[in-house]
């Protein structure tokens, strides 16, 4: 069964610091991983995507990919009150149907 | 600009009632999805179509059903609502190709007393 772990916190890091946030997949043949920040009540949004080993940076954003080691990760430098949200990561091994983990809640305090 | 919408926003209904939600996108995407959301699940998929006339059935699908007459629209039934899919429902759509990232509607909220 394809599974995409992600620690659900939540992850507590002052205003200005970098958070990370980090999931495994099981999947050795996931194509494509995505992040996505949920606000409570609202629906996911993507923020990112990453298919390639290595970093790719958005603005505050950064993902990670190894491939090797199953393993992304999402950075935010530079953490705002406003990027208080859960964020799902997910892994899609080309049948268009991505494994969505649970989420990791972040909170960003002043 | 393309976007995916969901109507009702909000639902109740009693126990027994058929409901149908609607989602519509204008992304002209071939792939749509409807997930279910509650706390300590997650998102769970309930039934995908890639494309028109495809349905495929997801990991929750029983007592649910969809139908995709055109790219755009692809409706959710729930035949005989129970209290056991009071949820919050969300519908998605994705590109066919290298990435498929997926884009999700704003969601209903539906309520079976």
């Known amino acids: 069964q394809k599974e995409v772990e992600q620690n659900s916190g939540p992850l507590s890091v002052p205003e200005g610091a970098i958070a990370s946030l980090n999931c495994t997949y099981s999947?050795?043949?996931?194509?494509?991983f995505f992040w996505y920040r949920q606000y409570s009540g609202k629906s996911p949004e993507l923020i990112m995507f990453?298919?390639?080993?290595g970093d790719k940076e958005d603005g505050r954003f950064t993902a990670q990919l190894n491939k090797a080691s199953q393993y992304v990760s999402l950075l935010i430098r530079d953490s705002q009150p406003s990027d208080s949200a859960t964020y799902l990561c997910?892994?899609?091994?080309?049948?268009?149907?991505?494994?969505f983990g649970r989420g990791t809640s972040l909170i960003v305090h002043p | 600009d393309a976007e995916i919408t969901q109507s009702p926003r909000h639902k109740i209904t009693e126990t027994g009632r058929q409901v149908t939600l609607a989602c519509h996108q204008t992304?002209?995407?071939?792939?749509m999805f409807w997930y279910r959301q509650d706390l300590g699940h997650g998102l769970r998929l309930i039934h995908y179509?890639?494309?028109?006339?495809?349905?495929n059935k997801g990991e929750v699908s029983d007592g649910y059903s969809v139908s995709r007459s055109n790219t755009e629209d692809l409706p959710l039934t729930l035949e005989s609502a129970a209290s056991s899919q009071t949820s919050v429902y969300f519908c998605?759509?994705?590109?066919?190709?290298?990435?498929?990232?997926?884009?999700f509607g704003p969601g209903t909220r539906l309520t079976v007393t």
């Open positions: 998605a759509s994705s590109p066919t190709g290298l990435v498929d990232e997926q884009y």
């Open positions: 999947d050795r043949g996931s194509q494509s």
């Open positions: 990453i298919y390639s080993n």
């Open positions: 997910a892994a899609s091994g080309g049948s268009y149907i991505p494994t």
């Open positions: 992304w002209n995407h071939n792939n």
């Open positions: 179509s890639y494309g028109v006339q495809d349905t």
